[in-house]
């Protein structure tokens, strides 16, 4: 079975993970709460590159346990897991030989993250698809997003203008060769079968960059589905707004939905407003009757930790579906 009509006929439900050095603030900083996703907070609150990365020094997550995730995800009924390789921070959950702020050689963990859960779903036979921003990088001086359409999102930026102020002197096709590609071939050649590749936010990346991603990844691995966020329609699915929930019928086209458990997607160590187990069957008989997967997400604190509530309530998922 091709990865296209797995995705049409048994996908259904998928779990996504945000993880990265955004976990560690928690959704605060300096005396300031933040009041949107947890993961923008180095946009937010206009977090120097120097200062954000010293965070990097400070992840030793020593309660990780690529199993304890895959095996939770399986638990709960799901039949794939999405994590993310780099966010839009710029650092990477897996070894990069292209750039040292990652999780291997920048903190004192110095575990390749990727690497270890791509092990855990090859041995729970889970398929693995892998999250990774490919226009927007804030730590990169030529990072994405620099439009003068596109400001910001919720009174943030998309582009690094506090570090990297001058937008007119950036050229993305520079971090789009320099990092974006090299890094798309190491865990699309490193890490198995990926289920599918997970892009975000298309604002400037041209026609021309996204046919080039598309083809590097098909060349690598045919059947690999990109969602439609690498942008300029050549997606091999569609991935809704987030939070998304659509009442119409979808024919013909593979679409899914990215939802959160809580309110954010990365740990915010505040934000307690939890869907039940309830709502979180309700919300997959909804979407899969429509022929909609349901990718819903959850952030793992500093440690590794998956928060209990999330635990209780996907567990509960699991027994209800039994």
Request: charged share 25%; proline share 5%; glycine share 8%.
């Amino acid at each position: 079975m091709t990865n296209k009509e797995w995705f049409k006929k048994e996908a259904k439900f998928g779990l996504m993970i945000h993880w990265g050095l955004y976990s560690l603030l928690a959704g605060e900083y300096r005396g300031q709460r933040i009041d949107m996703i947890a993961e923008w907070a180095q946009s937010y609150f206009r977090i120097p590159n120097e200062e954000y990365s010293q965070l990097a020094k400070a992840f030793n997550p020593i309660y990780f346990d690529a199993e304890e995730w895959v095996k939770l995800a399986k638990d709960a009924g799901m039949n794939y897991i999405v994590v993310t390789s780099k966010h839009h921070d710029g650092f990477c959950m897996f070894k990069s030989e292209y750039d040292n702020y990652n999780v291997v050689d920048a903190t004192p963990f110095g575990r390749d993250v990727i690497g270890e859960i791509a092990a855990a779903c090859k041995k729970h036979g889970l398929k693995l698809g892998l999250y990774y921003s490919q226009e927007l990088d804030w730590h990169e001086p030529n990072g994405g997003g620099y439009h003068p359409d596109h400001l910001n999102v919720c009174d943030t930026h998309w582009t690094n203008n506090w570090d990297y102020p001058d937008d007119d002197a950036k050229n993305y096709e520079q971090c789009f060769r320099d990092k974006i590609l090299p890094q798309i071939r190491e865990i699309l050649t490193k890490y198995g079968d990926l289920c599918l590749l997970w892009c975000d936010t298309p604002i400037s990346i041209t026609p021309a960059q996204s046919q080039e991603l598309r083809d590097l990844v098909k060349s690598l691995q045919p059947d690999c589905l990109l969602n439609s966020r690498i942008g300029n329609g050549l997606g091999d699915y569609v991935s809704m707004g987030d939070n998304e929930i659509p009442d119409e019928y979808m024919e013909g086209v593979l679409v899914e939905s990215p939802t959160t458990l809580n309110d954010t997607w990365g740990f915010k160590y505040f934000d307690d407003n939890w869907k039940n187990a309830d709502e979180v069957i309700r919300i997959k008989n909804h979407l899969n009757a429509r022929g909609v997967n349901y990718l819903l997400n959850v952030g793992p604190d500093h440690l590794g930790r998956i928060p209990a509530p999330a635990l209780e309530i996907l567990r509960e998922v699991g027994k209800r579906a039994e």
